[in-house]
């Protein structure tokens, strides 16, 4: 699993397509703002590890 946030829709399109095509399972958190809060460090999924299954 792979989560990702940004303000620019397009690049994060981008880079879930790409992600994706590696085999990662990108989790889109929405904006810098709010997703970045989840991801930084002390935060829910600060070092959290996921693994995609089929």
């Known amino acids: 699993m792979l ?3 940004g303000d ?3 690049a994060k399109t ?3 397509d ?3 095509a590696f085999g990662f399972a990108p ?3 929405g904006s810098l703002r709010e997703g970045g809060r989840l ?3 002390g935060g829910p ?8 299954q089929d």
């Not at 999924?45 to 995609?52: E, I, T």
């Open 8 to 10: 620019d829709a397009d």
């Open 14 to 16: 981008t880079v879930k």
């Open 3 to 5: 989560f990702l946030a």
């Open 39 to 41: 991801m930084q460090l």
């Open 18 to 20: 790409l992600t994706a």
């Open 45 to 52: 999924l600060s070092g959290l590890h996921a693994l995609k």
């Open 27 to 29: 989790v889109d958190l």
